[in-house]
């Protein structure tokens, strides 16, 4: 019982966000732009105590699960349905960051975030399939493999478009800001935008954008780029930035932000398949073979295809 006090005195004690204050408003717009899985005494103020990322009940938690990033705007339904199906596990927690940040977590056994320090290890981990296999020829990591997901690239910018940015050429113009990914963690940038940049215009148009533009000041590189991206657009401080079509559609169309998205033709855009996998030390293995069950199954894919997201077959 101690424990449990001290992770939810934690909880609400840390004086830090996994958001920067100077990029907490974009018109009156702030993360994390989701209902939450759990009632309870809150206390969020926008840009100091506001972990986004951070999802469910860490509580002594019966599932843990470590998504990729981007999919956060459906996490918290998928959470609450997987309950609703399964009410032996009410106490489910996830986190919604860049999969390279997750990799570490793990690796080093814990996160901080601010002064908050967690041990929470994931029960299912999922990311793009590259990533997957990579790290399943590299540390064995996984008991079962599943794919039920796909996703295509897209171009945010400020609603409207006012810089007219119609292709990936335009995002190497003089004068256009970007918001980039950064290569070392996040895998949209290695798996997807570097390889369909270098597909349209060769490694010239990669470099022009991921050197050039990062060496002259006119690229930001971000460090979680489906809540910077977002708030910079919003803010005018980027132009415009590479995402997964999902985020573009989420934020245009269903959140209704202050967004537009520039369609991507599909001989130069990129797909990638995402991928769960059942840690082969999950501490509750039960209860994650029961969700891979459930996020590949009718009710999970429901509600992925809700957010856009495509079937694992691409169609």
């Given at each position: 019982?101690h424990?449990?006090?001290?992770?939810?005195?934690?909880?609400?004690?840390?004086?830090?966000?996994?958001?920067?204050?100077?990029?907490?408003?974009?018109?009156?717009?702030?993360p994390?732009?989701?209902?939450?899985?759990?009632?309870?005494?809150?206390?969020?103020?926008?840009?100091?105590?506001?972990?986004?990322?951070?999802?469910?009940?860490?509580?002594?938690?019966?599932?843990?699960?470590?998504?990729?990033g981007?999919?956060?705007?459906?996490?918290?339904?998928?959470?609450?349905?997987?309950?609703?199906?399964?009410?032996?596990?009410?106490?489910?927690?996830?986190?919604?960051l860049?999969?390279?940040?997750?990799?570490?977590?793990?690796?080093?056994?814990?996160?901080?975030?601010?002064?908050?320090?967690?041990?929470?290890?994931?029960?299912?981990?999922?990311?793009?399939?590259?990533r997957?296999?990579?790290?399943?020829?590299?540390?064995?990591?996984?008991?079962?493999?599943?794919?039920?997901?796909?996703?295509?690239?897209?171009?945010?910018?400020?609603?409207?478009?006012p810089?007219?940015?119609?292709?990936?050429?335009?995002?190497?113009?003089?004068?256009?800001?970007?918001?980039?990914?950064?290569?070392?963690?996040?895998?949209?940038?290695?798996?997807?935008?570097?390889?369909?940049?270098?597909?349209?215009?060769?490694?010239?148009?990669?470099?022009?954008?991921?050197?050039?533009?990062?060496?002259?000041?006119?690229?930001?590189?971000?460090?979680?780029?489906?809540?910077?991206?977002?708030?910079r657009?919003?803010?005018?401080?980027?132009?415009?930035?590479?995402?997964?079509?999902?985020?573009?559609?989420?934020?245009?169309?269903?959140?209704?932000?202050?967004?537009?998205?520039?369609?991507?033709?599909?001989?130069?855009?990129?797909?990638?398949?995402?991928?769960?996998?059942?840690?082969?030390?999950?501490?509750?293995?039960?209860?994650?073979?029961?969700?891979?069950?459930?996020?590949?199954?009718?009710?999970?894919?429901?509600?992925?295809?809700?957010?856009?997201?495509?079937?694992?077959?691409?169609?």
């Amino acid at each position: 019982m101690h424990n449990r006090f001290k992770r939810a005195t934690c909880l609400l004690a840390f004086a830090a966000t996994l958001i920067p204050l100077s990029t907490a408003w974009a018109g009156g717009v702030a993360p994390p732009w989701s209902a939450p899985v759990d009632d309870g005494f809150e206390f969020t103020v926008t840009g100091i105590d506001n972990a986004p990322d951070l999802h469910g009940n860490i509580n002594d938690p019966q599932l843990v699960i470590f998504f990729a990033g981007n999919q956060y705007m459906a996490v918290n339904e998928l959470i609450r349905g997987f309950r609703k199906s399964h009410p032996q596990y009410s106490r489910v927690f996830a986190e919604t960051l860049p999969p390279g940040k997750l990799v570490q977590q793990i690796e080093s056994g814990s996160m901080r975030v601010g002064n908050m320090r967690m041990e929470v290890q994931p029960d299912v981990f999922t990311a793009g399939r590259g990533r997957m296999d990579e790290l399943q020829k590299k540390n064995d990591w996984f008991l079962d493999m599943r794919d039920y997901a796909t996703n295509k690239l897209a171009i945010m910018t400020f609603r409207g478009n006012p810089y007219g940015i119609k292709n990936w050429q335009d995002l190497s113009r003089a004068g256009i800001t970007l918001c980039l990914p950064n290569p070392k963690f996040e895998g949209i940038a290695e798996h997807a935008i570097i390889p369909a940049l270098k597909s349209t215009g060769g490694q010239q148009l990669a470099d022009a954008v991921y050197k050039q533009k990062v060496a002259d000041g006119s690229a930001f590189l971000t460090t979680i780029h489906h809540r910077q991206t977002p708030l910079r657009v919003m803010q005018h401080q980027c132009d415009a930035g590479p995402v997964w079509y999902t985020e573009a559609l989420f934020h245009a169309e269903i959140a209704n932000h202050a967004t537009s998205t520039v369609e991507i033709p599909d001989k130069q855009n990129h797909r990638v398949t995402y991928t769960a996998g059942t840690m082969k030390n999950a501490p509750h293995e039960k209860a994650a073979k029961a969700f891979m069950a459930f996020l590949t199954g009718p009710e999970g894919q429901a509600i992925y295809r809700k957010y856009g997201f495509m079937p694992p077959n691409g169609d």
